[in-house]
């Protein structure tokens, strides 16, 4: 079992926002941020996560919780499961009530990787091709660059150091073969690139063959902490500058990240043998940073640029694209000495939508009528998946890309987006008495010690619309999806003080025996000696409210 101490420090680390950002493409809202729910489709989003309060509220389907309950959601995990996915991530040792347990983090990937680096300057091919590509012995050590030998010589090692075959299995630098009962090193004579997380531990390797291997380049396979489509090369490495200067370069390559960076280039890092992908969104999102695509000009790189292109621009990232033609790429260019022409490049790349509509354009023999409509139609269809303003903006290139070619720019036509504000309040308000009541119950939420002067006043029964809100908030039941609604709405304020509630209070209870006392005057199934009574009781309630009193539901 997970020590409390242990599980209550692992908390105090962990920031929802950042957590959920890991999983999500969160986009700011006033004081939250908001995405479309993971939980449930839906095409506009609902799901919101409030920094301030450290929790998430789907105001679609009503999931709700803090940063351990969305990984348990998520991921599909029990408690215990989530915490020691959580402590992994944020590179935390947890301690357990039973010594069985109290084991660090594996070290198989770092031992090895130590290995390694031993290994390149021992293997006269390795040293070569690292001095032809002009590698620095500063940029080996920075990004930590070895050399894999021979597969019984990594088991070898593997074993020598007391590590277990199935604990590399798990880590991914072992594999095994079921049908001869074989285990095997899944990096064999290759130069080795550790790969990190965005803390910094060692996830994965990717190696690149010195020996003709048909296969130029690998990667570790996907493992509980290796996920190709989450992860950039050198991220850990780059993120400060990145920060700083509000700019990441993506490459894609381990090479051009290491010369890239070599050159001064430090906010660079790379795909890992995969496109650009929705779920690399969430963290370039991080620091707000212009994106600049640095990619090869051939077809394979175009194609690529493209994609990538066409899901930042959609999920309104800025920057745009640099292609490198006549077979160089960025590592060849700081090779030849060409850094200033680079640097060039990085500060004038073509805008994303530029790219992809010229892109299409490309694609397609405008000569030809049928090509040309449908180039048309490709280009409106690529629009539509923009914002309103940049549609428009972006309507008039394509026609002007078309025009000479006997296009008008009134036949390129839009359908207007839906105008639906999403930055409407998320709380349907049916009248002022149901904002007063969530404000109510958020005083409640937020300040604790006015429960009492709460309780001697009214009841849950008297409110209209939110009564049930109202029961689990002095139940203290704050994780119930209804509170975390209110709870996480910015347009729900709080009451300042007890001076403030009082008043309110008075007013509320004011105008409810107002409408009790008509709701008796009109009523006919009871005894005149009954009615005479209530409306004894109401009128003299309502005159001792009226007097500034504030009065019991209960007497």
Not at 119 to 143: H, M
Not at 308 to 325: D, E, R, T
């Amino acid at each position: 079992m997970i020590a409390q101490d242990s599980i209550e420090a692992l908390k105090a680390r962990l920031d929802i926002v950042d957590v959920v950002g890991n999983y999500l493409e969160l986009k700011k809202a006033g004081g939250n941020f908001k995405a479309p729910c993971p939980f449930h489709d839906e095409k506009s989003p609902s799901f919101v996560v409030s920094p301030q309060k450290q929790i998430y509220h789907c105001f679609g389907c009503g999931a709700s919780g803090n940063a351990i309950g969305f990984v348990m959601e998520y991921e599909k995990l029990n408690y215990p499961e989530a915490l020691e996915k959580l402590a992994e991530n944020y590179n935390f040792s947890l301690t357990y009530t039973d010594n069985k347990h109290n084991k660090p983090r594996s070290q198989v990937m770092d031992r090895l990787n130590e290995w390694y680096k031993t290994l390149l300057t021992q293997n006269p091919t390795a040293s070569s091709y690292i001095r032809e590509r002009g590698i620095a012995a500063s940029s080996v050590e920075k990004f930590g660059i070895g050399y894999a030998p021979d597969s019984n010589a990594t088991l070898n090692f593997i074993r020598s150091q007391q590590f277990a075959i199935k604990e590399a299995i798990d880590m991914g630098v072992v594999g095994y073969e079921p049908s001869r009962n074989q285990t095997y090193a899944r990096f064999i004579e290759r130069i080795t690139f550790p790969i990190h997380s965005a803390n910094g531990t060692i996830v994965g390797f990717g190696g690149r063959t010195i020996t003709g291997h048909q296969a130029k380049y690998v990667n570790s396979p996907e493992t509980a902490y290796f996920n190709k489509s989450r992860l950039l090369y050198a991220y850990h490495l780059a993120k400060q500058a990145l920060y700083k200067r509000q700019e990441i370069i993506i490459t894609e390559g381990y090479l051009d990240v290491i010369m890239l960076h070599q050159a001064g280039f430090d906010n660079a890092v790379a795909t890992l043998g995969t496109a650009l992908t929705v779920e690399h969104l969430p963290l370039l999102r991080k620091g707000s940073p212009r994106v600049v695509m640095a990619y090869d000009g051939d077809k394979a790189g175009r194609a690529a640029a493209l994609k990538a292109s066409k899901l930042l621009s959609a999920s309104g990232f800025n920057g745009g694209v640099v292609v490198f033609g006549g077979g160089l790429d960025p590592a060849d260019m700081v090779n030849d000495g060409r850094v200033d022409e680079l640097a060039e490049m990085f500060r004038n790349p073509k805008p994303f939508i530029e790219f992809v509509l010229d892109e299409i354009l490309s694609l397609y023999d405008l000569n030809n009528p049928k090509e040309k409509e449908s180039c048309m139609a490709e280009g409106v269809s690529y629009l539509k998946t923009l914002s309103p303003l940049l549609q428009e903006e972006y309507k008039t290139y394509l026609a002007s890309r078309l025009g000479g070619l006997g296009v008008s720019p009134s036949l390129v036509k839009l359908t207007p987006q839906s105008s639906r504000d999403n930055s409407a309040p998320l709380i349907q308000k049916n009248s002022h008495r149901d904002m007063w009541e969530l404000s109510l119950i958020k005083t409640i939420l937020e300040k604790p010690q006015f429960i009492d002067q709460i309780l001697d006043a009214i009841d849950p029964s008297l409110l209209q619309f939110h009564a049930r809100e109202l029961a689990l908030a002095l139940e203290g039941r704050g994780d119930a999806p209804e509170l975390m609604a209110i709870k996480i709405d910015d347009s729900i304020v709080t009451l300042p003080d007890s001076e403030a509630l009082n008043a309110e209070l008075i007013t509320f209870l004011t105008r409810y025996y107002e409408r009790e006392l008509r709701k008796v005057n009109i009523t006919k199934n009871i005894s005149f000696e009954e009615k005479a009574f209530y409306i004894r009781k109401f009128r003299g309630k309502i005159a001792k409210l009226k007097r500034g009193e504030l009065v019991s539901f209960k007497s």
